[in-house]
């Protein structure tokens, strides 16, 4: 993809580690952001696309108000092959969604995928660049822990989905830090807007 505009930067980073908020700094910079948990939230919510299909999938995890999400977390918890097939009712669509944001937008110099498990779905692929979302073991634990409702068990359980930070550092082109002040944080990605601004077709 690279040459092309826009220059697309995938954007990840595991749970609590502050994506979300840097995923805001790149839109209030004025680049594009998709947000593929937003779209599954559409796409399960209610009179979401996906329904009928997660009904028929799991039996009683929907309702007028979209997909339950307990329920159908409880559905798939630990079973591999039960997540698989979710996974095989939602990518596509996502996909989907992804394309038609990249269309709306095919005329912007940078573009940003937030994908959580980008590395894990293989999402790289569709990206010139990476950037990854990281900070201390210990901030991200103390920001997840005071989430409402969230326990050890259930954090655990989500990083043991997940690639370990370590790894997606690794594979990453760019890191940002989030572990710092916020204003240090958006200095980070001030640079990597440049950054890409400059070096777009590069």
Do not use: N, W
């Not at 409880?74 to 394309?99: K, M, T, Y």
């Not at 990597?192 to 601004?197: D, I, K, P, S």
């Amino acid at each position: 993809m690279s040459g092309r505009r826009p220059f697309v930067l995938g954007l990840t980073g595991s749970i609590g580690m502050g994506k979300s908020t840097v995923a805001t700094m790149f839109r209030d910079l004025g680049v594009p952001v998709f947000d593929a948990d937003a779209t599954v939230h559409a796409l399960q919510g209610p009179g979401g696309a996906l329904l009928p299909a997660i009904e028929a999938a799991f039996a009683g995890t929907t309702g007028p108000a979209g997909v339950d999400r307990p329920a159908l977390r409880a559905a798939i918890f630990g079973d591999a092959d039960q997540r698989r097939q979710l996974e095989s009712i939602v990518h596509p669509a996502v996909a989907e969604a992804r394309q038609a944001f990249l269309r709306d937008h095919a005329a912007a110099p940078l573009v940003v995928l937030d994908v959580p498990l980008l590395f894990e779905t293989g999402g790289e692929r569709y990206c010139d660049a990476v950037a990854v979302v990281s900070a201390d073991e210990s901030v991200q634990r103390a920001r997840v822990l005071a989430r409402p409702g969230m326990t050890q068990a259930t954090f655990a359980a989500i990083r043991a989905s997940q690639m370990a930070d370590a790894e997606k550092r690794a594979r990453a082109t760019h890191m940002i830090d989030t572990g710092t002040t916020l204003d240090a944080t958006r200095a980070q990605v001030a640079a990597l807007v440049a950054c890409m601004g400059a070096g777009e077709g590069g």
